[in-house]
């Protein structure tokens, strides 16, 4: 079946624009999870959901990254007036379970976002 | 300090060598620990996990963690070509949501 896929792959912008990238989960998988990763760098955790409530965003790293998963499927993670230092790879990752026992997470291919 | 340390590498070994790959932590919360393999622009792929402290064998791969010391490690032995990535490893907490807090993952090269 298919995996998770986000889109854009590659995102260039220039530095005060808004962006918005999304996830679309393994279907079933009720889990989301966003993650950025920097190059040479593992990926750091930054909020996920359950279904469409978001559980944790601690790791979001201040108020300009929001996002959301209204329906409990797609997923949207927003950055508002995008920095140089937010130039990353996001990576959506999605398992089917929730629950306090191990959930294997499917990541994506990522979005490589380029702020000029 | 991160929580989760991993040497960078780049490590290259000949084909048919025995990999060690090695991460350390700091936080003794963490419950269970896994090895994802990255190949260049795509995300990681599950390779191995492990619950608490122990070993898993699967094939070619074998997991260990020593939570007394904080150390887990993944062998690859008979190392292929095509094994050649970026290992990352992994943990988690039990009961504290399901985010996971990786190492900066290590550079294998494996020559023909």
């Known amino acids: 079946g298919a995996g998770v896929s986000q889109s854009p792959r590659y995102k260039v912008t220039k530095r005060g624009q808004d962006v918005a990238l999304r996830c679309d989960p393994i279907?079933?998988?009720?889990?989301l999870y966003w993650y950025r990763q920097a190059l040479g760098q593992g990926p750091e955790f930054l909020t996920y959901?359950?279904?469409?409530?978001?559980?944790?965003k601690s790791g979001l790293p201040n108020d300009r990254f929001s996002a959301e998963r209204p329906e409990g499927s797609i997923s949207t993670l927003t950055i508002q007036r995008t920095e140089q230092r937010d130039s990353a790879m996001y990576r959506c990752?999605?398992?089917?379970?929730?629950?306090?026992?191990?959930?294997?997470?499917?990541f994506g291919p990522g979005t490589r976002l380029t702020v000029l | 300090q991160k929580e989760v340390e991993q040497d960078p590498g780049p490590l290259s070994v000949p084909e048919g060598a025995i990999v060690s790959l090695n991460c350390t932590y700091s936080?003794?919360?963490?419950?269970?620990f896994m090895w994802y393999r990255q190949y260049s622009r795509k995300g990681p792929e599950l390779l191995m996990y492990?619950?608490?402290?122990g070993n898993k064998e699967d094939g070619r791969f074998t997991a260990q963690v020593d939570k007394s010391s904080k150390y887990i490690s993944l062998f690859i032995r008979d190392s292929q070509p095509s094994d050649s990535a970026t290992y990352l490893c992994?943990?988690?907490?039990?009961?504290?949501?399901?985010?996971?807090?990786f190492g900066g993952g290590t550079r294998l090269m494996v020559k023909p």
């Open positions: 492990t619950y608490s402290s």
């Open positions: 992994a943990m988690r907490r039990h009961n504290a949501g399901n985010m996971l807090t």
């Open positions: 936080n003794s919360a963490f419950q269970y």
């Open positions: 959901f359950n279904y469409e409530a978001q559980q944790d």
């Open positions: 990752a999605s398992s089917d379970e929730v629950g306090p026992q191990y959930n294997e997470q499917f």
């Open positions: 279907s079933g998988h009720v889990s």
